[in-house]
T-cell receptor
């Protein structure tokens, strides 16, 4: 799991707060992803970046704002969240987003609790 | 559209017995199929994938999976389960034009008892 790191590992925030999740990959990959994992639900793809360009925005509310300054770093900026946004947020990377056969490598996740 | 079904929420098996976790899929065109495992408070770890070629794919930790095109299945197997195999297992599928978009199943909890 050291290939993809995420900080913080745990985050508790109020609905009026602004916070950011950080992801860093040390694998030399060109694609990065944000997923939301809620209990009893399949993983939900939120955003896909390929070479710092956003190529997928999976109908995610605007209170989630991604940023990819370079191919190694990915952020998820959070503001005015709702309690139902409480979940495990997973970052992943792969060699290339356009060529599907490449497996994705996941970070350990950030456990987010919105109060 | 692509979809994945994992029909069992949980699979219970005794240590030393064979383990099978089922997965069926639906995708336009040829599928790329993956298995991942998730341990508590951890991210997903890649186990194995099917791209093309031999229908039997071998992966990490003694796991293997068999691609069956006619049954649109990709079941995960291990000949002899270990207690340490207890975890949440996810099957995923993608297609050639999906921008690396993996469709995950809901997951199957595997419990291996000593």
């Amino acid at each position: 799991e050291t290939g993809v790191t995420q900080t913080p590992r745990h985050l508790v925030m109020g609905m009026t707060n602004k916070k950011s999740l950080k992801c860093e990959q040390h694998l030399g990959h060109n694609a990065m992803y944000w997923y939301k994992q809620s209990a009893k639900k399949p993983l939900e793809l939120m955003f896909v970046y390929s070479l710092e360009e956003r190529v997928e925005n999976n109908s995610v509310p605007s209170r989630f704002s991604p940023e990819c300054p370079n191919s190694s770093h990915l952020f998820l900026h959070l503001h005015t969240l709702q309690p139902e946004d409480s979940a495990l947020y997973l970052c992943a990377s792969s060699q290339d987003a356009r060529a599907s056969p490449y497996e994705q490598y996941f970070g350990p996740g950030t456990r987010l609790t919105v109060t | 559209a692509q979809s994945v079904a994992q029909p069992e929420d949980q699979v219970n098996v005794a240590e030393g017995n064979p383990l099978t976790v089922k997965c069926t899929y639906s995708v336009s065109g040829n599928p790329y199929l993956f298995w991942y495992v998730q341990y508590p408070n951890r991210g997903l770890q890649f186990l194995l994938k099917y791209i093309t070629g031999d229908n039997l794919v071998k992966g990490s930790y003694g796991f293997e999976a068999e691609f069956n095109k006619s049954q649109t299945s990709f079941h995960l197997k291990k000949p002899s389960a270990l207690v340490s195999d207890s975890a949440l297992y996810f099957c995923a599928v993608s297609a050639t034009d999906s921008w690396g978009k993996l469709q995950f199943g809901a997951g199957t909890q595997v419990v291996v008892t000593p």
